[in-house]
């Protein structure tokens, strides 16, 4: 805890973190995936095999936490159909991993944005209505 009273900017993206709405937390996420995927795709490409593990862990990581918040029940079709994104981006970048193959990181990123892209229109026309 001393560290984000030391420190302002950690402080700051904790309390943004603490504050967001649902729709602007998603982006968050979204934006968090994606920059974990293109760190990744970069260490591949240096040869940094660690860290490129690493950083798509993480990417992993998100994906799944996207994944387990889907609500089925009010989300229906959509959730459906996102979770079988998800599910596609998972197997791409283990296949990513096993082939040492950033291309198949990139195009996870592609899709990923797309979504995001949609996620923070969304979250936006909601900021703007209340």
């Not at 994944?67 to 990513?96: M, N, P, S, W």
């Not at 899709?111 to 936006?124: G, K, N, P």
């Amino acid at each position: 805890m001393a560290t984000y009273a030391a420190n302002p900017t950690a402080q700051y993206k904790q309390q943004s973190i603490l504050t967001a709405p649902p729709g602007r937390l998603v982006v968050m996420l979204y934006d968090g995936c994606l920059r974990f995927l293109f760190q990744s795709a970069y260490a591949m490409r240096e040869g940094d095999k660690t860290n490129s593990q690493d950083r798509m862990r993480r990417a992993e990581a998100i994906i799944d936490e996207l994944t387990v918040t889907l609500d089925h029940e009010r989300g229906g079709e959509i959730a459906g159909r996102l979770q079988g994104i998800y599910a596609f981006c998972r197997k791409h970048l283990i296949e990513a991993s096993i082939e040492q193959n950033p291309a198949k990181i990139e195009e996870v990123s592609e899709l990923l944005t797309e979504l995001r892209d949609a996620w923070a229109e969304i979250a936006d026309s909601g900021v703007s209505k209340a």
